[in-house]
């Protein structure tokens, strides 16, 4: 298998979907599509909102910090 860093995102896709499967079932990755995918909300407005007051510097430094800080 070729490490998840090297997969391309339709490679990582597949394979996402596949652990998904294998773990929750097919009726738990049915719904779990279903919750992910209906795209609820307006993420273009939302985005815009919560960057309101964010200057360029502070995306790219918050580009720029590892995951999770």
């Not at 929750?24 to 995918?37: E, M, T, V």
């Not at 209906?38 to 993420?43: I, L, N, P, V």
């Amino acid at each position: 298998m070729t490490p998840v860093e090297h997969m391309t995102d339709e490679q990582f896709e597949r394979y996402a979907l596949e652990v998904l499967q294998r773990e929750i079932g097919p009726d738990g990755l049915a719904r779990f599509l279903r919750l992910n995918r209906s795209g609820r909300g307006d993420y273009t407005r939302d985005r815009l909102q919560w960057q309101e007051n964010l200057s360029v510097a502070e995306i790219v430094a918050s580009l720029n910090r590892p995951a999770g800080h």
